[in-house]
T-cell receptor, first 118, second 109 residues
Framework: KAGVTQTPRYLIKTRGQQVTLSCSPISGHRSVSWYQQTPGQGLQFLFEYFSETQRNKGNFPGRFSGRQFSNSRSEMNVSTLELGDSALYLC?????????????????FGPGTRLTVL | QQQVKQSPQSLIVQKGGISIINCAYENTAFDYFPWYQQFPGKGPALLIAIRPDVSEKKEGRFTISFNKSAKQFSLHIMDSQPGDSATYFCAVYGQNFVFGPGTRLSVLP
């Protein structure tokens, strides 16, 4: 079974530009969550999409947005890039929403997209 | 933002030794406590997880000890191997996952 794939793996942008990252979940998984990983702040939750709806959102500015398509693939967009947006962006898929009131589903992480903002 | 404190920041252990990583959290509303292992260039992978209704869970060489009253939980890696060298993250789950800052483990051959 193929794992979570993320494209591109590496990206270099300049301040003020915007970027779109893509995530393809494991087949059959309907939830995609996005995380930002930096040496200073660690792993931080951005948002989760389940069945094309945003289910939960972390404490990030509105420049960070996302969407999910009917095939569960998800994209994350960052507009007006800042130097501090340089990070590894990880997506994770799970079979059900992680905000389920019952058992939180195991998340499977992709390898990430390394974004560098110059 | 909920805080999860993790210690030590880095750990060096001899092959065959025991690695112990600790985490502490603030909010009692969490109900799921996983540990993740991350190798360079890879995303985190779930290692082992525990719920607050048990005090210990063991899977192979990995054990989680959970102290609900102290709001602490720890990961024990028995018979540590060089292949265990990685960064380990604890996490707590309430409405979403909050991760600790990570512990870089190096197991010397």
């Amino acid at each position: 079974k193929a794992g979570v794939t993320q494209t591109p793996r590496y990206l270099i942008k300049t301040r003020g530009q915007q970027v779109t990252l893509s995530c393809s979940p494991i087949s059959g998984h309907r939830s995609v969550s996005w995380y930002q990983q930096t040496p200073g702040q660690g792993l931080q939750f951005l948002f989760e999409y389940f069945s094309e709806t945003q289910r939960n959102k972390g404490n990030f500015p509105g420049r960070f947005s996302g969407r999910q398509f009917s095939n569960s693939r998800s994209e994350m967009n960052v507009s007006t890039l800042e130097l501090g947006d340089s990070a590894l962006y990880l997506c994770a898929s799970s079979r059900q929403t992680i905000t389920s009131v019952t058992t939180p589903n195991e998340q499977f992480f992709g390898p990430g997209t390394r974004l560098t903002v110059l | 933002q909920q805080q999860v404190k993790q210690s030590p920041q880095s750990l060096i252990v001899q092959k065959g030794g025991i690695s112990i990583i600790n985490c502490a959290y603030e909010n009692t509303a969490f109900d799921y406590f996983p540990w993740y292992q991350q190798f360079p260039g890879k995303g985190p992978a779930l290692l082992i997880a525990i719920r607050p209704d048990v005090s210990e869970k063991k899977e192979g060489r990995f054990t989680i000890s959970f102290n609900k009253s102290a709001k602490q939980f720890s990961l024990h890696i028995m018979d540590s191997q060089p292949g265990d060298s990685a960064t380990y993250f604890c996490a707590v789950y309430g409405q979403n996952f909050v991760f600790g800052p990570g512990t870089r483990l190096s197991v010397l051959p």
